[in-house]
């Protein structure tokens, strides 16, 4: 069985049967232009597949993070982001979540369009531990960030207790 989409003329994946259990974390790995945030977009259902099929189990709630980081608005503060997921989150809650992942301070007031790629891509990972998901798909959440940044999501993810399927 092949798994393609229409975005790319060859097969993203061969396989019979790519099953993922409940509370696994599985990492794709592949060169630039290989198709994994295609493939991604495919299961998460962004893309249809042209060939094979996409099941997920009738409990899994998919939250996916985006390399572009599309679903935040640039007009926002990082803290408005936070509000935005979690409306009724107490400001002391939200600023230890943020604290978390290096923002300190009145960073928290900082606009998301004057952020750098790493301090969004912060953000977006923030808000992806206040939501109700079971499983993660991670499309190269360490992109953006340096080395000390790249810390805060991995003890983060570490607590997780989901699925996570990540690409890098």
């Known amino acids: 069985h092949a798994l393609a989409a229409p975005q790319h003329a060859t097969v993203l994946i061969k396989c019979p049967n790519?099953?993922?259990?409940?509370?696994?974390?599985?990492?794709?790995?592949?060169?630039?232009?290989?198709?994994?945030?295609?493939?991604?977009?495919?299961?998460?259902?962004?893309h249809p597949a042209v060939r094979g099929q996409v099941r997920l189990g009738h409990k899994v709630a998919i939250n996916y993070y985006a390399q572009?980081?599309?679903?935040?608005?640039?007009?926002?503060?990082?803290?408005?982001?936070?509000?935005?997921?979690?409306?009724?989150?107490?400001?002391?809650?939200?600023?230890?979540?943020?604290?978390?992942?290096?923002?300190?301070?009145?960073?928290?007031f900082k606009r998301v369009g004057d952020l750098s790629g790493g301090e969004r891509s912060r953000v977006a990972l923030a808000q992806l531990t206040l939501m109700a998901g079971n499983l993660l798909v991670l499309d190269e959440p360490t992109h953006h960030l340096d080395i000390n940044a790249r810390e805060a999501p991995e003890v983060v993810l570490n607590e997780y207790n989901g699925s996570i399927l990540f690409v890098s």
């Open 18 to 46: 790519l099953e993922m259990g409940r509370g696994q974390r599985v990492a794709l790995m592949g060169p630039n232009g290989s198709g994994k945030t295609t493939l991604l977009r495919t299961i998460v259902g962004d």
């Open 68 to 108: 572009a980081h599309e679903g935040l608005q640039m007009d926002a503060t990082v803290f408005d982001e936070i509000r935005r997921i979690k409306p009724l989150i107490k400001e002391t809650e939200a600023r230890t979540l943020l604290g978390r992942f290096l923002f300190s301070g009145d960073d928290v």
